[in-house]
């Protein structure tokens, strides 16, 4: 990939006289506001993975099928890379500012463009928890659901997928196994007719265990979705 643009140097060089910004990893000065929170050496360094990387074809994990994922509810999941160097940094900033730098974005979007991925017909951020909402102000999620589905041009749909919170499960009389059970049970499909018969693009910051996607997976096919992809910007592990 090329990561220089002549015009583009010109701009960030005035722009970094006027704002310095230090890398987040190294402390050295970042001379291209496109790489965001980190420098393009330590962009370098950060693993990306390929178009031809040896992944599990459905949770996405380096190497070979992963034995681990036969259980989860969704058809495929991939990431940009795994969650270090600058995208993890850029992840941590995410959830600060509402912006996606423009080489995340270029990353996300070859990510979404190939196979299974390129699929989707609609493109669903995992929702906040209301009141990490309200804190916050936006869902880092939904700031990555924007850029794709743009990409992709598909439609974003920020109101089908809704997150159920505690206080109303436990009103809700739950026992007590599903009171400890903190993502299962947490999410539910609020417009049934908008998900039916879509492969819906499942967006999240960051893919850990796959248990939360996997319990929005569950869900969404529940109310009719065809299949459910999952893009995460990283993965850690
Ligand atoms: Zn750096
Ligand atoms: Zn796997």
Not at 65 to 73: I, L, N, P, T, W
Not at 89 to 97: A, G, T
Request: with cysteine; hydrophobic share 45%; charged share 25%.
């Amino acid at each position: 990939m090329n990561l220089t643009r002549p015009r583009e140097l010109i701009y960030d060089a005035v722009l970094t006289l006027a704002y310095p910004q230090t890398c987040a990893i190294c402390g050295r000065s970042v001379e291209r506001r496109r790489f965001g929170v980190a420098c393009e050496e330590c962009w370098k360094e950060t693993q990306i993975f390929a178009d031809d990387e040896a992944i599990c074809w459905k949770c996405g994990a380096p190497g070979p099928a992963c034995g681990r994922c036969e259980e989860m509810a969704f058809t495929a999941a991939r990431a940009a890379g795994m969650y270090r160097g600058a995208l993890r940094e850029s992840v941590l900033m995410l959830k600060r500012r509402p912006y996606l730098p423009e080489h995340v974005q270029n990353l996300l979007e070859s990510v979404v463009m190939r196979e299974p991925l390129s699929f989707s017909t609609r493109v669903v951020p995992v929702p906040l928890h209301p009141k990490r909402l309200k804190t916050r102000g936006f869902n880092q999620a939904a700031i990555v659901a924007q850029t794709v589905a743009k990409a992709l041009k598909l439609p974003l749909d920020e109101v089908s997928l809704v997150r159920v919170s505690a206080t109303e499960k436990y009103r809700a009389g739950l026992d007590r196994k599903g009171r400890q059970d903190t993502v299962a049970g947490a999410f539910d499909v609020s417009h049934q007719r908008l998900v039916a018969d879509e492969n819906i693009l499942l967006v999240d910051d960051v893919f850990t265990t796959g248990a939360t996607v996997s319990s929005c997976a569950d869900v969404l096919v529940a109310a009719g979705a065809m299949q459910v992809f999952v893009l995460t910007v990283a993965r850690a592990r």
